[in-house]
């Protein structure tokens, strides 16, 4: 597996508190992206980043924030949680072809809003 | 944007049989087409790719297919085995590596 790892690995938090998830790389990968995956939905994309401080907008981003300061760090902010953010988080990495387009995923994060 | 579809959404098939999971895509544009391996309670894997430029690809027991014109693609996995089953995701995307658009799932399970 690719050095991607993500932080917390399970989180339960109530509805109205603000919550942040951590992905680390240490690949010095460019991209990152993040996902939320629902059943019947497969991977939807919330945001995501090609370099320190560029981060852009994905198909589901509304009440969720991100900030990459520097290579190794994406983290993912719900400024106030809502239970239709339950779901399970992944974290993506990939270089653009520099050698393959694969996005290497990380090992997740299950958020439950209570 | 980009929408995807998948099916079936779930596939039963005997062990030693052929498994095909059939994708369309939306935008004329997208050119790269993954197909990720999701087993449970892990992070999906990439287990074969194909860009526009190409109809067929083959690694082992699986292959995909891509039609741009009637833009549809699918993956074919021949010989089925045990340890097959999982859930799989195709994707598309306009520039291959950056913004994935996936489909929903194929839970595939093969039974002994």
């Known amino acids: 597996d690719a050095g991607i790892t993500q932080s917390p690995r399970h989180k339960v938090t109530e509805t109205g508190t603000p919550v942040t998830l951590r992905c680390h790389q240490t690949?010095?990968?460019?991209?990152m992206y993040w996902y939320r995956q629902d059943p019947g939905h497969g991977l939807r994309l919330i945001h995501y980043s090609y370099g320190v401080k560029d981060t852009d907008k994905g198909e589901v981003s509304d009440g969720y924030s991100v900030s990459r300061s520097k290579t190794e760090d994406f983290l993912l902010t719900l400024e106030s949680a809502t239970s239709s953010q339950t779901s399970v988080y992944f974290c993506?990495?990939?270089?653009?072809?520099?050698?393959?387009?694969?996005?290497?995923f990380g090992p997740g994060t299950r958020l439950t809003v209570t | 944007g980009e929408n995807v579809e998948q099916h079936p959404s779930t596939l039963s098939v005997q062990e030693g049989d052929s498994a095909v999971i059939k994708c369309t895509y939306s935008d004329s544009a997208s050119n790269y087409f993954p197909w990720y391996k999701q087993e449970l309670g892990k992070r999906p894997q990439l287990i074969i790719d194909?860009?526009?430029?190409?109809g067929e690809k083959k690694d082992q027991r699986i292959a995909v297919t891509l039609n741009k014109t009637a833009k549809h693609f699918s993956l074919h996995i021949t010989e089925t085995q045990p340890e097959d089953s999982a859930v799989y995701f195709c994707a598309a995307s306009r520039d291959a590596g950056n913004m994935l658009t996936f489909g929903g799932g194929t839970r595939l399970m093969v039974k002994p």
């Open positions: 690949e010095n990968h460019r991209y």
């Open positions: 993506a990495i990939s270089d653009r072809g520099q050698p393959s387009y694969e996005q290497y």
């Open positions: 194909i860009r526009s430029n190409v």
